[in-house]
């Protein structure tokens, strides 16, 4: 795991897949640059990962163009030529950080945005050796906060609980790196595919130590797309039943 010369914590690669989202991507992206330091003087080390998965509007040239701007060195984008699904490309950008010896991995969907604090709150001075963050996030729809699906949060991770919803947020999850080796998204699923993948590290645990932390905390921004692909599809819900007993 590589320490930031700069503060006494892992480099972070943040992950954000893209697809026909010009015109939310600057809010995600100014999210992440406008990140409090972890203390006055010390900022992390941080590498945004954007995937883009073949977008037909401009997405690309916005974050371009907001790169050559202002002069920012710490965005990596990567075009593809087909489109393959976000899970796709979480899978491309998470291999990417982990070869560029990131040692924490944080979840940023191209439609969200974080509060300033997010980093600083989350990690901190906290001890992340072999820990899964997560947090609620505040939900808005129209620019009208909402609360979509009525998922209630547990205030420790319940496993079982979990088969029931998925509380766990995306664009709220920072992760230890090293936890994320040799496992992937379903690119198979249309949807559901960051369930499928929490599951797969909660069964994990049995085998290694990995500590769920609900950190009580909202620091996310999450945007609510009545055509998005959240409990979007029945078949990939039902696959979950199938794979491991879910009780939807």
């Known amino acids: 795991m590589e320490e930031n010369k700069?503060?006494?914590?892992?480099?972070?690669?943040?992950?954000?897949?893209?697809?026909?989202?010009?015109?939310?991507?600057?809010?995600?992206?100014?999210?992440?640059?406008?990140?409090?330091?972890?203390?006055?003087?010390?900022?992390?080390?941080i590498t945004h990962y954007i995937y883009d998965d073949f977008s037909t509007d401009n997405s690309v040239g916005v974050v371009v163009d907001f790169i050559i701007k202002n002069n920012i060195s710490n965005i990596k984008i990567f075009p593809n030529q087909e489109n393959k699904g976000q899970s796709n490309a979480r899978n491309v950008l998470i291999k990417k950080a982990l070869y560029q010896?990131?040692?924490?991995?944080?979840?940023?969907?191209?439609?969200?945005?974080?509060?300033s604090n997010h980093l600083k709150l989350n990690i901190g001075k906290k001890q992340f050796d072999n820990c899964f963050h997560y947090s609620q996030p505040e939900c808005f729809q129209n620019n009208q906060q909402v609360w979509p699906m009525n998922i209630p949060i547990p205030k420790t991770f319940?496993?079982?609980?979990?088969?029931?919803?998925?509380?766990?947020?995306?664009?709220?999850?920072?992760?230890?790196?090293?936890?994320?080796?040799g496992e992937e998204f379903d690119s198979s699923?249309?949807?559901?595919?960051?369930?499928?993948?929490?599951?797969?590290?909660?069964?994990?645990?049995?085998?290694?130590?990995?500590?769920?932390?609900?950190?009580?905390?909202?620091?996310?921004?999450?945007?609510?797309?009545?055509?998005?692909?959240?409990?979007?599809?029945?078949?990939?819900?039902?696959?979950?039943?199938?794979?491991?007993?879910?009780?939807?």
């Open 6 to 45: 700069l503060c006494k914590c892992p480099k972070i690669g943040v992950i954000t897949p893209m697809y026909n989202n010009a015109d939310t991507i600057l809010t995600a992206i100014k999210s992440v640059q406008n990140q409090e330091a972890f203390t006055k003087n010390e900022p992390y080390g």
């Open 101 to 115: 010896g990131c040692g924490i991995i944080a979840f940023l969907d191209a439609d969200d945005s974080w509060h």
């Open 158 to 181: 319940d496993g079982e609980q979990f088969k029931y919803n998925n509380f766990i947020w995306i664009s709220s999850v920072i992760v230890d790196a090293k936890l994320l080796i």
């Open 189 to 248: 699923l249309d949807s559901v595919e960051d369930w499928d993948f929490w599951w797969r590290l909660y069964l994990k645990s049995s085998k290694m130590p990995i500590n769920f932390i609900d950190n009580g905390t909202t620091t996310v921004r999450y945007n609510v797309n009545p055509n998005g692909q959240a409990g979007k599809s029945d078949k990939a819900r039902k696959l979950l039943v199938e794979r491991y007993g879910f009780k939807l």
